[in-house]
């Protein structure tokens, strides 16, 4: 298994607090992704970064914002919480951009009052 | 827009009886294709890559293939055990690297 990680597995929260998910490797994968998984969707894409300090927008960004300050942590901020923001969160890893495999942690459950 | 599409949703098969899992995408210049198992509560699984018309892979029960407009997911003599969500995903020529996800087919294997 792709050495992955993310914190907190579950978290129940209300509507307008601030929520950090963190995602940690041990791979030293330069690339890494954060999607979410609702019903009736597939994975969607919402922050990627290809490097420290570099990071890039998503197809469902809106809401949400990244950073990563080392190669191993790639942290996801829901600024307000919204409803629609329930959904369940998984951070992915890829060694190169392009037409590489990209590796899934175990996902962290969120739920919003 | 870069679609891919799962059919069917839901699948179920007797121990033993094989089956195709059918995967079809409009892409704007496929970079690869690839195949995952999701089990409940966890995240997708790597299975396959495929990068062009024709080829094909192999894994145990599994085999992926691939032309200009689909894949297929073929399960030979499946086992209870590959019961699964199993998820397609392209990832295109152009924008980011992301990969666009079909919604899966549920696979259950009845023993």
């Known amino acids: 298994d792709a050495g992955i990680t993310q914190s907190p597995r579950h978290k129940v929260t209300e509507t307008g607090t601030p929520v950090t998910l963190r995602c940690h490797q041990t791979?030293?994968?330069?690339?890494m992704y954060w999607y979410r998984q609702d019903p009736g969707h597939g994975l969607r894409l919402i922050h990627y970064?290809?490097?420290?300090?570099?990071?890039d927008k998503g197809e469902v960004s809106d809401g949400y914002s990244v950073s990563r300050s080392k190669t191993e942590d790639f942290l996801l901020t829901l600024e307000s919480a919204t409803s629609s923001q329930t959904s369940v969160y998984f951070c992915?890893?890829?060694?190169?951009?392009?037409?590489?495999?990209?590796?899934f942690g175990p996902g962290t459950r969120l739920l919003v009052l | 827009e870069d679609q891919v599409t799962q059919s069917p949703e839901a699948l179920r098969l007797q121990e033993g009886e094989s089956s195709s899992l059918n995967c079809s995408y409009t892409?704007?210049?496929?970079?690869?294709l690839f195949w995952y198992r999701q089990d409940p509560g966890k995240g997708p699984e790597f299975l396959f890559t495929?990068?062009?018309a024709g080829e094909e892979k192999e894994k145990e029960r599994l085999k992926a293939t691939l032309t200009k407009k689909e894949s297929f997911l073929h399960i030979t003599a499946p086992k209870p055990e590959d019961s699964a969500t199993y998820l397609c995903?392209?990832?295109?020529?152009?924008?980011?690297?992301?990969?666009?996800f079909g919604t899966g087919t549920r696979l259950t294997v009845i023993p």
């Open positions: 892409v704007s210049g496929l970079r690869g």
């Open positions: 970064s290809y490097g420290v300090k570099d990071t």
């Open positions: 791979e030293n994968h330069r690339y």
């Open positions: 992915a890893i890829s060694e190169g951009g392009r037409a590489e495999t990209q590796y």
């Open positions: 995903a392209v990832q295109a020529g152009t924008g980011a690297n992301n990969l666009f």
């Open positions: 495929l990068y062009s």
